[in-house]
Structure formats: structure tokens, C-alpha cells
């Protein structure tokens, strides 16, 4: 079974500048969730998706971050513009529905914000 | 959600069997106890969850006392490949809580 797939998998960018990720939840899962991974520390939530619909955004800065899921498959995560303090990992992870402490992460991006 | 509490660090060497602690004094009635482990450059991926007593699987054992407001990991015998930040979560998932990580415990097995 493919796992959950990721891009790209590095990325460095200037302040103010955009950046989007990519993320492919595992086949048949409907739940998808974008975390953020600071250094030292554990991941934190941004936002999740049932199909494609948002369940969950609290944690999500509006102002500069924003993510879709159009057709309930893949997402796309983006901050524009992006901050100093932006430069973390940013994980996906999916989920069946019913099952979200079992939640199958993927490898990650990790941006660099000079 | 009950706020838990694990060691920052631990010290291992291989072929030792390592138990790391978490409390929750909190614990709500109908929340369950998840463990995670983090290998480095890699996301976080689902090791163990239970109720009440105990609960094994191939890769680690949990151990929960009866008022629950602790519980242990078990690693049976590691190995460096085990090196790695464990995560403790506890929440009413059924419930839509969502999962919260803490700072973790990064456990080091040395030769």
C-alpha cells in the first residue's frame, strides 16, 4: 500500500516570497490533516480536511497560509507571504473517518524562510 | 483535552528494555491513550493506543493503572534503529478531538 506522498520534499525561499506544497493522502482515506513541525518541537495542527471540506482550521494563520482539497483527493498547502518564523517541516498526514488517532503521516517538506 | 506530562530525554543501550512514563492526571472518562514515535527526518507514525490495563502489540507493550491518570510505553529490548521522540496523546477521539503533540521523550539507544 502507498503511503502518503509529499513535495517537494525541500524548499528555500526568501521572506515575502510564496510557496505551495503538495500533498497525496493514501488511497481511500477521507480525512486529511497539514501540520506544522517547528524544531524541537511536535507537530502542531493547521487544518483538516474531510473530502473536501474543512473540519477543522482554528490553528490555521489566515492571513498568510492557505490550503484546498478540491476534488476530496489531493491538497495543496501555500503561504504567501511567507515569514522568517514560517521555516519548519509541514507534514500531511490522512485518516479514515472514525479512525483519527491512527493517522498515517507523510514524509514531510521541510522550508527554509531566509 | 488532558494535558500530559513525559520525560524530555532518556538514555538507553541496546538489548535494554526501555518504559517511559506519561501522565495525565486529566484524563477525561471516554479519552483514550495514543503513542506515537518520530524518527528523524521522518513523520510521526502510530505505535499503540488503549484504554485501561494493558496492551500489546509486535512493536510495544502499554500499561495503564487503574485511574489511569499515567501510563507506560514498554519497548522490549532495543536497538539503536529505536532511537527516536515518542509521543504521548490522550483525547476522545470518537469525539473529533484532535490529535495534540507535546515536546515528546527522545529516547537515545547508545551500542
Known amino acids: 500500500e502507498a503511503g502518503v506522498a509529499q513535495s517537494p520534499r525541500y524548499k528555500i525561499i526568501e521572506k515575502r516570497q510564496s510557496v505551495a506544497f503538495w500533498c497525496n493522502p493514501i488511497s481511500g482515506h477521507a480525512t486529511l490533516y497539514w501540520y506544522q513541525q517547528i524544531l524541537g518541537q511536535g507537530p502542531k495542527l493547521l487544518i483538516q480536511f474531510q473530502n473536501n471540506g474543512v473540519v477543522d482550521d482554528s490553528q490555521l494563520p489566515k492571513d498568510r497560509f492557505s490550503a484546498e482539497r478540491l476534488k476530496g483527493v489531493d491538497s495543496t498547502l501555500k503561504i504567501q507571504p511567507a515569514k522568517l518564523e514560517d521555516s519548519a517541516v509541514y507534514l500531511c498526514?490522512?485518516?479514515?473517518?472514525?479512525?483519527?488517532?491512527?493517522?498515517?503521516f507523510g514524509p514531510g517538506t521541510r522550508l527554509l524562510v531566509l | 483535552l488532558a494535558k500530559t506530562t513525559q520525560p524530555v530525554s532518556m538514555d538507553s543501550y541496546e538489548g535494554q528494555e526501555v518504559n517511559i512514563t506519561c501522565s495525565h492526571n486529566?484524563?477525561?472518562?471516554?479519552?483514550?491513550i495514543t503513542w506515537y514515535q518520530q524518527f528523524p527526518s521522518q513523520g510521526p507514525r502510530f505505535i499503540i493506543q488503549?484504554?485501561?490495563t494493558k496492551v500489546t502489540n509486535e512493536v510495544a507493550s502499554l500499561f495503564i493503572p487503574a485511574d489511569r491518570k499515567s501510563s507506560t510505553l514498554s519497548l522490549p529490548r532495543v536497538s539503536l534503529s529505536d532511537t527516536a521522540v515518542y509521543y504521548c496523546l490522550v483525547g476522545d477521539f470518537n469525539a473529533g478531538n484532535m490529535l495534540t503533540f507535546g515536546g515528546g521523550t527522545r529516547l537515545m539507544v547508545k551500542p
Open positions: 486529566n484524563i477525561a472518562t471516554n479519552d483514550y
Open positions: 498526514a490522512s485518516s479514515v473517518p472514525g479512525l483519527e488517532e491512527t493517522q498515517y
Open positions: 488503549g484504554y485501561k
